[in-house]
């Protein structure tokens, strides 16, 4: 069963047609991999997930429901069964850590302090991390707040993970740590992710399937095997890394200027 | 001849309807403020943060302020009525001009340029660093979590700290009447407690509850639509200062003609 469904999806942001008449399926419990250059509308996608955006035209649905006719509390319940890692981390500055993850659990399910500092050890420790709940997120480092959001994200322990960049602007050792982590995740919580990268080694790594976004339509879709021995030359040029090739024909590129 | 340049009316009709727009998303923000006041969850811890945030950390600049402008009222006014022999209405004056007009105009332009500039900036990094997106991701609404606090904060603070503006740029008149004009201090209060009347107050204070909204509201706003990363987080500052100044200018000319022509 499809767990989401983006069906013939279309947005122009300033002008911009980000994204045009995109068909996107993802089954549950799958690891879904979007793949595509930066710009091309991946996090704009997951946007439309939890309807931080709406589509021009086109319909969004997760678990059957519209998620554009969502109102009051059953779009609440819709955010707490998708859990958002952004790609910064998004941690609330002027809360502790354990205040970050916990804020959901204070803030509209009413538990008790005990209960609070429980799940919020719980999910930290999910994470690989432990006894930083006094820490502010600005003591920590770039990999730590990645995590810290996943934390905070699990929390409420959803259906869905949606994962905007998640080992980018994070050092090799790091990423693969994050790699790693969004597996186990899959395999301990049962969840459905869709992970949005442009970074192949990671994308390889935790998809079930990957699809690639090119001029706001998904271009190819398959396994990680299917996509790594593709024979479509804008997956090719990508996953490879070319400068050179369809996708950057009639665009000015930096090599165009070293001329 | 510059009205002969079409640029000219270009930037004029760009200056309006960035008013416009600006006046428009200021409603919506207004209304949907009102809206949600009354909901749960109350969020007081977070109300009583900002009120101290806005109210008891502008004090010293506020008292700062309204004493210098309560000596320079007494002072100028002093020059006039020196020629005139009539030192003791300095008293009337000073009351009268500080409770109607500066001290609410005083008090309301520190504030705006002390805590709208602050809520902008601190909504603005909020909106680019992805904070307000992840509020709604995570159930919260972010005009119920971020605006509404601020709007109630600064729409119950305001008036008090003008009540405290008034009350030290009174003394700081007080002090000048009696130290340098040699007015007998009982004779100083008599004339400024016998000229003020509760309709100078009051009209003062019922300025400073719409210029508390306007700054809150404006400064929301401007934060909440910051785009562009550390540079537009810096000019939706500038411009929410600005815009803010001009309202507070332009709504105290409109509560002073209308108590003038309806109280009066």
């Known amino acids: 069963m499809a767990m989401i469904e983006l069906t013939d999806v279309s947005k122009n942001l300033g002008g911009k047609q980000v994204l045009d008449h995109m068909n996107l399926n993802v089954d549950e419990g799958e690891t879904k991999v979007i793949i595509g250059r930066s710009g091309v509308g991946k996090s704009v996608t997951l946007k439309h997930i939890v309807r931080l955006l709406e589509p021009d035209s086109g319909s969004v649905r997760v678990e059957g429901k519209d998620v554009l006719a969502l109102r009051g509390k059953a779009l609440s319940d819709l955010h707490r069964e998708i859990g958002l890692v952004f790609q910064g981390g998004a941690l609330f500055d002027s809360l502790t850590v354990g205040e970050n993850v916990g804020f959901v659990l204070s803030e509209h399910m009413g538990a008790g302090q005990a209960e609070i500092d429980k799940r919020v050890k719980e999910s930290l420790a999910l994470v690989g991390l432990y006894k930083i709940e006094n820490y502010m997120p600005s003591d920590l480092s770039g990999g730590m707040r990645k995590r810290v959001a996943l934390a905070r994200a699990i929390c409420t322990r959803p259906k869905i993970i949606l994962y905007d960049e998640p080992t980018t602007g994070v050092d090799p050792i790091t990423a693969d740590a994050i790699n790693l982590l969004i597996d186990e995740l899959h395999d301990k919580l049962k969840v459905t992710s869709i992970v949005v990268t442009h970074d ?60 | 001849m510059f009205l002969l340049n079409p640029n000219f009316y270009g930037v004029i009709g760009r200056k309006v309807l960035d008013f416009v727009w600006l006046f428009g998303g200021v409603s919506k923000l207004g209304f949907q403020t009102a809206v949600l006041t009354p909901t749960r969850p109350w969020g007081a811890a977070r109300i009583f943060e ?42 009337s004056i000073v009351a009268v001009s500080l409770t109607r007009e500066l001290g609410p105009v005083i008090t309301a332009l520190i504030v705006a340029g002390r805590c709208g500039a602050g809520i902008t900036a601190e909504l603005g990094t909020m909106t680019v660093t992805e ?26 603070m305001l008036p008090i700290l003008t009540l405290f503006a008034d009350a030290i740029g009174i003394f700081g008149g007080y002090l000048i009447g009696i130290y340098r004009l040699s007015i007998r201090s009982s004779l100083y209060m008599n004339m400024t407690f016998q000229t003020l009347v509760y309709k100078d107050l009051l009209t003062g204070l019922v300025k400073t509850i719409f210029f508390g909204m306007l700054i809150a509201l404006i400064a929301c706003y401007e934060g909440l639509n910051v785009r562009g990363g550390a540079e537009g987080v810096g000019k939706a500052t500038t411009r929410s200062v600005v815009n803010t100044f001009i309202m507070i200018i332009a709504a105290d000319c409109f509560f002073t003609a209308l108590f003038y022509f309806f109280l009066e």
């Open chain 2, 131 to 156: 904070q307000v997106d992840a509020l709604a991701t995570l159930g919260s609404n972010p005009i119920k979590y971020l605006v509404v606090p601020r709007v109630l904060s600064l729409t119950i």
């Open chain 2, 50 to 91: 900002q009120a101290k945030k806005i109210g008891v950390d502008s004090m010293p600049i506020v008292s700062l302020v309204s004493f210098f402008i309560g000596v320079i009222l007494a002072l100028q006014t002093a020059y006039i009525m020196e020629k005139m022999s009539s030192e003791i209405y300095i008293a």
């Open chain 1, 200 to 259: 192949m080694r990671s994308a390889y790594k935790v998809a079930d399937r990957i699809a690639m976004l090119y001029e706001g339509k998904i271009i190819a879709e398959g396994t990680p095997d299917e996509i790594r021995y593709s024979h479509n030359p804008y997956v090719h040029q990508f996953i490879t890394g070319a400068a050179q090739g369809p996708i950057t024909d009639g665009q000015s590129s930096i090599l165009k200027g070293i001329e």
